[in-house]
């Protein structure tokens, strides 16, 4: 069973920094691109980065470009996303996503973890 | 990058109804169209992949169709678990975009 779980949110003040986790489980986790995608309150879903099986291919939404940065770690079956200069429009619900491809360029998500909450506030 | 625009916002129905939601992009996408459901509280799940794909699991009283740039999900008959928000995504491009949603509610 496909399993993903993330960790690392919490509340943080604007312009400070924060890492998120997600550990991958159920299947060959460097086969696979994976992704985080985020969700405002009460709001739709908007996707953050993407990361091929190899980390050769990464892309990013125009609105985290230059603050965020995705990685993974193939031996421990773990994505993560480094969020620096954090601004109050980042709150958000942080979904980790099994792209069903390994390039990550323009796919869709197959398993989506239960997300972890991030919230930018003073 | 690539807006889409789904139609209706929220949508009221009963159990047993015919739905459709309209998903709209603003160029062509070919068929690189998902959709996903949600439900209050949970994280989104595939439904259909490349415009008419059925996800392994999923029910047959849902469908997709459509390419270019206009799309449309398909619940044959509504049932009482199907009452949640619907999203399209395009994946022509690495900027996946997805479109603001449709609420299904209960009529």
């Known amino acids: 069973e496909v399993q993903l779980v993330e960790s690392g949110g919490g509340l943080v003040q604007p312009g400070r920094s924060l890492r998120l986790s997600c550990a991958a489980s159920g299947f060959i986790f460097d086969d696979y691109a994976m992704h985080w995608v985020r969700q405002a309150p009460g709001k739709g879903l908007e996707w953050v980065s993407g990361i091929s099986w190899s980390s050769g291919s990464i892309g990013y939404a125009d609105s985290v470009k230059g603050r965020f940065t995705i990685s993974r770690d193939n031996a421990k079956h773990s994505l993560y996303l480094q969020m620096n200069s954090l601004r109050a429009e980042d709150t958000a619900l942080y979904y980790c996503a099994k792209d069903q491809s390994s390039y990550g360029s323009g796919s869709y998500f197959d398993y989506w973890g239960q997300g972890t909450r991030v919230t930018v506030s003073s | 990058d690539i807006q889409m625009t789904q139609s209706p916002s929220t949508l009221s129905a009963s159990v047993g109804d015919r739905v459709t939601i309209t998903c709209r992009a603003s160029q062509s996408i070919s068929s690189w169209l998902a959709w996903y459901q949600q439900k209050a509280g949970r994280a989104p799940k595939l439904l259909i992949y490349?415009?008419?794909n059925l996800q392994s699991g999923v029910p047959s009283r849902f469908s997709g169709s459509g390419s270019g740039t206009e799309f449309t999900l398909t619940i044959s008959r509504l049932q009482p678990d199907d009452f949640a928000t619907y999203y399209c995504q395009q994946y022509n491009s690495y900027s996946q975009t997805f479109g603001q949603g449709t609420k299904v509610e209960i009529k």
């Open positions: 490349k415009a008419s």
